[in-house]
């Protein structure tokens, strides 16, 4: 058995996926797996994923990444959410917290006892009963507790990084690991007669590297997956009409806001991300609603600081490939299917993909059942995501422009319609176990942009009103007297890596 075992891995990209990927499989094999990487420094990277989510604690461990000399390396800062601006009406403001809502009590979910509350006449907006809301709105900064007795223990966070310095970091660690990095574009792709399968890649500058599986890290070009294979993309611009972006970095403010912002603008939304040493900024629109020149233009009136480069121009079309493993080349991040950065989950859909393919991680004949496992799983992922990306554009009634228009009469998908006819039926969140988006990320959205719940579960009523009023009351007085003892978002950061910010 031993000797149909993989040995040889080549990997087509660098940027962000490609030396993730490469340090994962360096930790996770060791000497067991030659791991080669082809990159060109002739070929930009997209440079997406400078804000995350929770889920990249699970991968910075999984490559023994150690956090301060993480934050210190990648100019990172933490992230306790996303502040939504203009999206329900103009000037209004939601967030979105990486955290739960309340407090774990006995019986039925904390949002029902809230919600059977407020019939009862106690008023008391959701955002009170989040600290991690409070602390990024108060600008301040705490690691969650492992006391679940203790306020703490709901806390969530994630971080804002410089991505190209990220790919750096684990380009550094994944060559101290053995992986062996080879400059050159690709020139040339070599198949077997007998399956098609590939078996070598060849650089312009005549490199020839073999390989037992090959894994299409070449972003959007995806060079390996539909160059070679052919395999289709399924189009989601119909939901997701957002298809570019200018981005341009711009000075730090004095202090950082621990959380991402997303301010929503005549034909799409704005992201601001504050990283140590600048912050950066984009604004994501419809080209059949806004020139790049426009775009341009609206993103350089709306800086905070001053501009410290021109605008860069990104091009993408939302949706996927429903075969990203197909024979031995399995296809990673954007290569895979892209979903705008409304929701931070570039950097996510690059680790659950890697996390699959450790999981499912194949012999050198490659069988099939893995690949379509894998595909299912992926499929799953992002249908799952977009469906939470077009509830925020479905949703949007602060803004009457074309785009808005248009995306609050458009047939969204059928799995999504029923989830929130069922949310203002019932209050109840109908989700799948495996869903990356919990209960707290949907009623964040859903209650931020006015789609009010007309009822609550049943269960709630087995509990007496006094007590839960009082119990509900308690836990927002709680979270108000912890949030100012807590320390600055900077302070918090500059002790961790020994660094004022």
């Not at 912050?279 to 001053?306: F, I, K, P, Q």
């Not at 009469?409 to 019932?426: H, N, V």
Request: proline share 5%.
């Amino acid at each position: 058995m031993e000797t149909n075992r993989i040995r040889r891995v080549v990997i087509l990209g660098g940027g962000t996926a490609g030396w993730m990927t490469a340090a994962a499989l360096s930790q996770s094999f060791g000497t067991g797996l030659a791991i080669t990487l082809i990159e060109s420094e002739e070929i930009g990277t997209v440079g997406v994923g400078e804000a995350t989510i929770p889920t990249i604690h699970w991968f910075n461990a999984l490559i023994g990444l150690d956090e301060a000399e993480f934050l210190r390396a990648t100019k990172a800062t933490f992230k306790l959410g996303i502040e939504f601006v203009g999206w329900r009406a103009p000037d209004h403001r939601y967030f979105h917290p990486f955290g739960q809502y309340g407090a774990t009590l006995p019986g039925v979910a904390f949002h029902h006892r809230w919600r059977k509350a407020a019939a009862e006449g106690l008023d008391l907006p959701l955002e009170t009963l989040s600290l991690t809301t409070r602390l990024a709105i108060d600008g301040r900064f705490a690691k969650p507790s492992g006391d679940s007795r203790s306020i703490l223990s709901t806390l969530g966070y994630a971080y804002h990084f410089d991505a190209g310095l990220y790919a750096a970091h684990l380009r550094g660690l994944g060559e101290s690991r053995g992986v062996t990095r080879v400059e050159g574009r690709l020139d040339a792709i070599e198949r077997a007669q007998t399956d098609g399968s590939i078996t070598a890649l060849t650089t312009h500058r005549g490199a020839r590297i073999e390989g037992d599986l090959f894994i299409d890290c070449s972003g959007f070009r995806a060079l390996l997956i539909d160059g070679a294979l052919d395999e289709p993309f399924e189009d989601w611009s119909h939901w997701l009409p957002c298809d570019r972006a200018v981005a341009v970095p711009c000075a730090r403010t004095a202090a950082t806001t621990p959380y991402t912002r997303s301010t929503a603008r005549a034909a799409g939304w704005q992201w601001r991300i504050p990283l140590q040493h600048r912050t950066g900024n984009g604004y994501v629109y419809a080209s059949a609603h806004c020139s790049d020149d426009a775009a341009a233009a609206t993103l350089l009136a709306n800086l905070d600081g001053e501009a410290l480069a021109e605008p860069r121009l990104l091009r993408f079309k939302a949706g996927m490939r429903r075969r990203p493993w197909r024979g031995n080349v399995v296809a990673i991040g954007l290569s895979a299917g892209f979903l705008e950065p409304l929701e931070s989950t570039s950097i996510h859909l690059i680790q659950s993909g890697i996390a699959k393919l450790l999981t499912l991680f194949p012999d050198r004949d490659c069988d099939p059942g893995l690949a379509d496992r894998f595909n299912a799983t992926f499929a799953r992922d992002m249908d799952g995501i977009k469906d939470f990306l077009i509830l925020h554009y479905h949703a949007t009634a602060g803004r009457d422009e074309p785009l808005w228009r248009h995306c609050r009469t458009m047939a969204i998908p059928d799995g999504l319609r029923e989830r929130i006819a069922q949310y203002r039926r019932s209050g109840r969140l109908i989700l799948d176990p495996d869903e990356l988006f919990r209960e707290s990320s949907w009623l964040a959205v859903l209650d931020g942009q006015g789609i009010v719940a007309a009822n609550y579960n049943p269960l709630a009523d087995a509990l007496d009103s006094d007590t839960n009023c009082a119990q509900v009351r308690q836990i927002a007085d709680v979270i108000a007297r912890a949030a100012p003892t807590l320390p600055a978002h900077d302070a918090a950061l500059a002790q961790l890596i020994g660094t004022p910010i």
